[in-house]
């Protein structure tokens, strides 16, 4: 198993991790997106900021780093064994 990383808050690494993975791979038989962050503080002061920082990496990234490796992920599909 090859393991990659890359910043997911910014879709500039996610674009960069998803030339990576094309560069390297052929398809792709599962896609772990285990990005996370979290800002540290009470719900009531937490700024705006902080809950772009947590959105930006919890949700956006992980969704547009599997829409940039879609083709991938088809290629490794088929009736029989989906992609995951």
Do not use: C, H, Y
């Not at 009470?42 to 969704?63: C, L």
Request: aromatic share 4%; no cysteine.
């Amino acid at each position: 198993m090859r393991r990659a990383a890359g910043d997911l808050s910014q879709i500039a690494g996610v674009e960069s991790l998803a030339k990576q993975l094309s560069g390297r791979e052929a398809k792709l038989d599962i896609l772990v997106n285990n990005a996370g962050a979290a800002w540290r503080a009470p719900p009531g002061i937490i700024s705006e900021a902080g809950w772009n920082k947590v959105m930006d990496t919890n949700v956006k990234g992980v969704f547009f780093l599997t829409q940039k490796v879609l083709p991938l992920l088809r290629q490794a599909a088929s009736a029989e064994r989906r992609g995951a």
